[in-house]
């Protein structure tokens, strides 16, 4: 019988592990195309391939030697990068577009600000470049090479111009105005200007968040004669040219003038209601309503005088626009702004007095006054918390009921107190006893924030500190949060007898109220 040579085939399964190991090893080189590849012969196919057909297997010359013949579908596309230098360049200046390339590029095409086809010695494996010159435009440079595997990903470089600001569209509006008219300039900006000059019948510098690249409008009123407004932006690279605009007083024309348009209140619940307001001059013929509201007035409701109008359900934040116009031209486009109460949960927090809140309590300095909005502004003329430093605050309260004025704390650091004084006669008799708390919960004189000077018990003439400065120190100020609702609620009682301020320091059937906010140096 004939002997096997069990050499062979020992020698044939090491080679075939060798193979297959550097397949392994060759498989996740990054030059194939997009699509799957697949070796088109397997690794015993391979070493048949190699002629591995004798005793004496010479496996160092199957895998590296000249005889080897590998098939594979292997298709490596163009690899490309792109850079422009510099980047960034005043107009007329220059740049270099640069490109490297590998994988044995055909072709590469230009697009978008240049064109045409690039060949030959500038598609090589390696780096290339190209001068372009005088550039008087922001630019992009785009390319995409090819060989017979396919395509490249499209590269692309921006080359930005070293602008100065650009001002555009600066116009008056209305051009020409009455005595005492009022116009609104407006203008855009680009090219990143870092600061504007007034000048003219106008002054100041415009900076920060005033000169982002954008559109802008300022009202300018009170103009008794023609006069010129002009704006010049500047940036690091330059100053922008002088844009001059003029307005004209003509004294034979009369145009509608808007004012005191306001919404109260000025803080609704969700569903809530507020009245507007507004006055008008000038014999309007009918006045336009945008924004929150739509419409157009006419009639009555444009003829000289004041004038309002009851929104209701009111949803969300909303901004009501309002403008009047005339054959001879149009008012300034008037604004205001009504805020919806996110209120939070005071069901722990119930209101005194079974919720027996004063609606009637507002005074004008001649005794009771008329209805109130429930708001702090309400209180205090339209001015929103603080309001103006000494303006008074004048009330009517009724025995046995309290206010809960609602307010937003803003969005600055405000130090100030409530100073308390003993009422004018036509205001009411003052009250024995008073309680002020802050809130978030109306008629809440118990929770109080969860801050002992949140809550004054006192006499008829308390002063009240409260702070919206985070450095404020929470044993002197009652500490408020920026940008929150909250309620300052008042009654006449100082709760002497622990009774829930049931027992009222008001002997008449209603007490006055005189108050001021006075500001604080922190």
């Given amino acids: 019988m004939k002997k096997i040579n069990t050499s062979i085939h020992k020698n044939k399964f090491v080679t075939l592990q060798k193979l297959q ?4 090893l060759l498989l996740p080189l990054q030059m194939y195309a997009s699509e799957k590849r697949k070796i088109e012969a397997s690794a015993e196919a391979l070493v048949w391939q190699f002629g591995i057909n004798s005793d004496n297997l010479n496996i160092n010359r199957a895998i590296f030697g000249t005889d080897i013949i590998f098939k594979s579908s292997f298709e490596p596309v163009p690899i490309l990068s792109m850079t422009a ?3 960034n360049i005043n107009s007329g200046d220059s740049s270099t577009i640069s490109w490297t390339l590998s994988n044995n590029t055909d072709s590469c095409i230009k697009s978008g600000d240049w064109s045409g086809v690039i060949t030959g010695s500038a598609v090589t494996n390696g780096t290339h470049s190209t001068l372009l010159t005088n550039i008087t435009t922001n630019s992009i440079y785009k390319l995409q090479c090819a060989n017979s595997f396919g395509d490249s990903q499209l590269k692309l470089v921006n080359v930005v111009m070293n602008s100065p600001p650009v001002i555009s569209n600066f116009i008056a509006s209305p051009s020409t105005v009455p005595i005492n008219g009022s116009s609104i300039l407006s203008w855009t900006l680009s090219n990143n200007a870092d600061s504007c000059i007034k000048s003219g019948y106008w002054s100041g510098v415009f900076t920060g968040a005033d000169v982002a690249n954008g559109n802008y409008s300022m009202v300018v009123t009170g103009i008794t004669n023609d006069l010129f407004y002009t704006l010049n932006c500047f940036n690091t690279f330059g100053i922008s040219p002088s844009h001059t605009v003029q307005v004209l007083v003509n004294s034979n024309i009369t145009i509608p003038a808007l004012s005191n348009f306001r919404a109260s209140p000025s803080l609704v619940p969700i569903g809530g209601s507020t009245t507007l307001s507004w006055s008008l001059t000038g014999n309007a ?3 336009s309503k945008s924004g929150s509201w739509s419409g157009t007035l006419t009639g009555n409701a444009i ?14 934040n909303s901004t009501y626009n309002l403008q009047c116009s005339n054959n001879d031209g149009q008012s300034v486009l008037l604004s205001v702004t009504v805020s919806i109460i996110q209120a939070p949960d005071c069901s722990n927090q119930p209101p005194i007095l079974n919720g027996l809140e004063d609606l009637t309590l507002l005074s004008n300095g001649t005794g009771e006054g008329d209805l109130y909005d429930g708001t702090y502004d309400g209180m205090t003329s339209g001015s929103g918390w603080p309001g103006v430093y000494g303006e008074l605050i004048r009330l009517t309260l009724t025995q046995n ?19 308390f004084v003993s009422p004018s006669v036509s205001l009411g008799p003052p009250s024995s006893g008073m309680a002020i708390a802050i809130s978030e919960c109306p008629g809440d004189f118990n929770t109080h924030l969860n801050q002992p000077n949140c809550l004054i018990n006192a006499g008829g003439s308390p002063n009240f500190k409260w702070s919206t400065n985070p450095n404020a120190s929470a044993a002197i100020y009652c500490k408020l949060e920026k940008n929150k609702i909250y309620y300052l609620n008042i009654v006449h009682s100082n709760n002497s007898e622990n009774n ?3 027992t009222s320091g008001c002997l008449n059937s209603y007490c006055g109220i005189l108050a ?6 922190f």
Avoid: D, R
């Fill in 285 to 287: 013929i009918s006045c």
């Fill in 401 to 419: 009921q309290y206010v809960a004025a609602v307010f937003h704390s803003g969005n600055n650091n405000s130090t100030a107190k409530l100073l």
């Fill in 500 to 502: 829930n301020y049931a």
């Fill in 303 to 316: 003829s000289n005088g004041n004038h309002e109008e009851l929104v209701t359900n009111i949803t969300a």
């Fill in 21 to 24: 190991l550097l397949l392994i």
């Fill in 85 to 87: 230098s510099p980047e």
């Fill in 516 to 521: 001021t906010q006075v500001e604080v140096n």
